[in-house]
């Protein structure tokens, strides 16, 4: 496994594991706030800054989904996917807010079947060229046992 897409993978894992602890942390939060008896006004804010690091937690996990396909796309030769099939957001951060491209679900079930398609395609390239090459190997070779044993007649 190369490097980078074990960091990937590693990356992605853990920011996995951040969101399935920052929506524990707004279910209990939620829980929490509304046993104590605060008003729906004063719980908004501590709820929406909790929803909102899910939310970035989530964009960065479609950030890495998104440009992995894209690279096993550029990879195989095919083009960007277009810009129907993206969903741009605002997503906030520490130090501001930036705009994030991710694919939607349907652009990327799209796009993998435009991955898989190829990936097809170049297996059928090589399953048409591979046999004829072979038979002709194996004829070679009957005529060259053929040849070797008439000459030692």
Known sequence: MPVTVLKA?????????QLKNAKLAV???????GKEGVSDRD???????????VERIEAEIE????GRLILKGIRLGLDPPP?????????LHENGSRAVSTLTRLGEAKF???ILTEKRSRWE???????????ALTG????????VALLKK
Not at 43 to 53: G, K
Request: proline share 5%; charged share 25%; net charge positive.
């Open 83 to 91: 810009e129907e099939w993206l969903y741009t957001r605002q997503v």
């Open 9 to 17: 993978w590693i990356r992605l894992t853990l920011y996995r594991r």
């Open 140 to 147: 070679l070779l009957g005529t060259l046992i053929g040849v």
């Open 27 to 33: 279910a209990s939060l939620q829980k929490r706030l």
């Open 63 to 66: 950030l890495i989904r998104t």
């Open 125 to 135: 390239f090589w399953l048409k060229l591979i046999p004829p090459i072979i038979l």
């Open 112 to 114: 993998r079947r435009q």
């Open 43 to 53: 719980a908004a804010v501590p709820v929406v800054a909790a929803a909102r690091e």
